[in-house]
């Protein structure tokens, strides 16, 4: 897979993808990175990338020509609507407050394609166009405003490298984690509900999911707080068990919207 990410701070880039699961599957040939400086592709001598918006307001939004321009010249030929149907395997992200939630499915979809480029908004915002006619994609990663899209692009790329296949090494680390698909029988739902009875309502959430289940590790006595005795158990048919209903306990408590039900207290 490759990323391409779009920026007025390239530097930016130098820590995120230095480290950590983006480094070592970069390193092992799964991924190809790429950090594009916007600014490259303005023809004025001050290399403007914003201006201010039409109707009036605050602040500044970046201009559509450089980033189509950015887009253009990285997949060889002018761009329109017609094209942005055809594209296949490659997306185009624009991450945005305004955008789409940023969810586990997103970035499961996102690691089965072989190219995405990443555009980082700034300033109030970026021209209309570029969501409209560009973007294939319009991200958010959360209901709060960033000043811009570099970090948000960070954590997409972060997200998405780690489940492609073999950048993590163990495969079932994928499986058994925060935002997983909510799978098994009544029993083990909360309530004895039916799977189909916690799907969430709405576009924000396509599917059941749950947090990850709580971990313990030495020493099996801290402070007085004991690890769960089944842990110690050996058997794994019931650890298994417990983990699922400890997780299901958890997201019911923290994050009740991932189950489309309501907190237990």
């Known amino acids: 897979m490759r990323f391409d990410v779009i920026t007025i701070f390239p530097d930016f880039f130098h820590g995120p993808l230095d480290f950590g699961i983006v480094r070592r599957a970069r390193e092992a040939g ?83 394609l072989d190219r995405i480029l990443l555009i ?27 000043s811009g899209g570099e970090l948000a692009a960070a954590m997409v790329m972060d997200a998405t490298v780690r489940l492609i296949p073999g950048a ?20 083990e739902t909360p309530n004895g509900a039916s799977i189909g009875a916690l799907s969430s309502r709405g576009e924000h959430s396509a599917r059941p999911s749950i947090l990850d289940f709580p971990h313990y590790t030495r020493p099996p006595s801290y402070r007085g707080w004991e690890v769960p005795a089944i842990l110690l158990s050996g058997n794994h048919e019931e650890i298994r068990r417990w983990r699922r209903l400890r997780a299901l306990e958890k997201t019911r408590r923290n994050r009740p919207d991932l189950l489309g039900g309501s907190s237990i207290g």
Do not use: W
């Open 30 to 112: 799964l991924i190809e990175t790429h950090v594009h400086d916007l600014r490259a592709f303005t023809h004025d001598r001050h290399k403007t990338v914003d201006d201010r918006p039409f109707g009036g307001g605050e602040g500044m939004v970046m201009k559509p020509e450089p980033l189509f321009e950015a887009a253009e010249s990285l997949l060889s030929g002018p761009f329109g609507e017609h094209d942005r149907r055809t594209l296949g395997e490659t997306s185009i992200v624009l991450l945005s407050a305004a955008g789409r939630l940023f969810r586990q499915e997103t970035a499961e979809r996102f690691a089965k």
């Open 120 to 146: 980082c908004g700034r300033y109030e915002g970026v021209d209309e166009r570029v969501a409209e006619h560009l973007a294939t994609d319009e991200i958010s990663i959360g209901d709060f405003v960033l």
């Open 168 to 187: 993590l090494g163990n495969e079932d680390s994928v499986v058994n984690e925060s935002f997983s698909a909510l799978e098994g029988s009544a029993e």
